[in-house]
């Protein structure tokens, strides 16, 4: 009888090695895909931290121009929270069939006229509701010294909502072509555009918050053309009328993540209502909102990741499947302890760059270990909505944004009673975070025991 060439140790030892080689390689196609999106994925906050700290270095009067930033900047983290399943639907869409010139340009085609509707709807309703939306949803009455200019900048940067829309749709064609280098330029150019208008715009002509939001508009519509025009000069789509099969294929993409973004959009918009009423804290909520806000976004690419590259991997190879998912919870915990050790520096490094006021200041310093806190749940939670959503579990992650939402939103309602608590705020922030990262860790093993056994998973 022939002798095993191996022992059991020994073949023990190499399925140990071919196993931390899978991961390994896993590990690497997710940061391979997440990475080039993060320059898409930081673009709108990008934009209105670049407003916010030209405001406080140039403005009038910094604390003022500051709040109002806040309320007008909760407005627009809730645009790019409630559109940005235009960007996830069209990589989904167009990466299914890259190779098909005509597929591809009847996905740009579809997703521009749609982006351009929901963009001149959102137009619309900021530019002739400003006032309601800034002193009735968000509570800077029309008394407070914040009301005049929120509703100056809402007015002219409203008039951008199409090519941020847009902008979302041609980056999303361009990753589900492959092709992740052409919307970073776009997002750098965009921002070189916003520095150099506000610096123009703000300080030598006078123009406060309004030279703000024009110099944004600006950015965004050399966003839209830098990353639109080349696709559509390539593809040439032919005007037609959009395709029932198409729209619905489109919807049913973008439906859950839609329902889930506009529950945390809610979120975001509620928590400069809370401290409205008082000018100090709402600059220093403007400050730590808007640094939070950006940094939040790192962890956004691996959940794009997990939706782009699982849906694929379920039905080619369930065990990659498993392997990825594990991957981007990895990836994700990692990403959450960065993501609170820079949302740690605000106080200590960061905040003089926005604001000299030391009342001001201690109320940053007030929240930073409840605001670092909720960075990190939030972060771990964003990459295992990837996880779920990849996989098809669409009614757990609308669930679970749901119920993060009712948690918060009680905080906020506490808060508010109390005179408007920017402690309680945050709070309600990490509460977002911490629900919606504790229902994914308890639904992970489940997913993962059904990804072991099973082909599919409904």
């Not at 709807?121 to 009301?147: D, P, W």
């Not at 000018?279 to 997990?306: E, Y």
């Amino acid at each position: 009888m022939r002798a095993p060439l191996l022992g059991g140790h020994a073949r023990s030892a190499l399925s140990l090695s071919a196993a931390a080689t899978d991961d390994t390689a896993a590990t690497n196609s997710v940061l391979a895909t997440a990475l080039p999106m993060l320059g898409a994925c930081i673009a709108e906050p990008t934009l209105s931290w670049i407003d916010s700290i030209c405001v406080a270095r140039f403005a009038a009067s910094p604390s003022v121009g500051l709040a109002a930033l806040s309320v007008d900047s909760a407005i627009f983290n809730m645009l790019a929270c409630c559109t940005s399943f235009l960007c996830t639907a069209t990589t989904n869409i167009v990466g299914s069939q890259a190779d098909d010139d005509e597929h591809v340009g009847r996905a740009l085609f579809d997703g521009v006229m749609i982006s351009l509707l929901v963009g001149g709807l959102a137009a619309a309703a900021m530019t002739f509701g400003r006032r309601v939306l800034v002193g009735g949803f968000l509570g800077a009455g029309a008394e407070s010294g914040i009301f005049a200019p929120a509703c100056a900048y809402l007015r002219i940067r409203a008039l951008a909502a199409p090519a941020a829309t847009a902008t979302l749709v041609g980056a999303g064609v361009c990753f589900g072509l492959g092709d992740q280098i052409t919307p970073v330029r776009a997002i750098a150019a965009a921002a070189a555009v916003n520095v150099v208008g506000d610096l123009l715009l703000i300080g030598p002509c006078g123009l406060g918050l309004s030279g703000a939001a024009a110099a944004t508009a600006l950015a965004n519509y050399a966003a839209a053309a830098m990353v639109v025009g080349p696709l559509w000069r390539r593809y040439r789509p032919r005007w037609r009328r959009p395709r029932y099969a198409d729209l619905r294929r489109f919807a049913a993409v973008s439906g859950a993540l839609l329902a889930g973004t506009s529950f945390a959009s809610l979120t975001y918009a509620a928590t400069p209502r809370v401290v409205s009423g008082d000018v100090t804290r709402a600059a220093a909520h403007q400050i730590a909102l808007s640094l939070w806000w950006l940094i939040s976004f790192v962890s956004v690419p691996l959940s794009l990741a997990g939706q782009s590259l699982l849906p694929r991997r379920l039905s080619a190879d369930p065990a990659l499947a498993r392997r990825t998912a594990l991957a981007i919870a990895r990836l994700g915990a990692y990403c959450a302890a960065l993501c609170a050790g820079l949302n740690a520096l605000i106080p200590t490094v960061w905040a003089g760059a926005f604001s000299k006021s030391p009342e001001v200041l201690a109320a940053l310093g007030s929240v930073t270990a409840t605001a670092a806190a909720a960075q990190a749940a939030l972060s771990f939670a964003t990459a295992l909505d990837g996880v779920f959503l990849g996989c098809g579990w669409r009614g757990h992650y609308v669930r679970t944004v749901a119920l993060s939402t009712c948690a918060a939103g009680a905080v906020f309602v506490a808060a508010s009673r109390c005179g408007g608590s920017l402690v309680g705020v945050w709070l309600g922030l990490f509460l977002f975070g911490a629900v919606r990262a504790a229902c994914h860790a308890a639904a992970l093993p489940l997913l993962l025991r059904k990804l072991a056994g099973e082909a599919k998973v409904e």
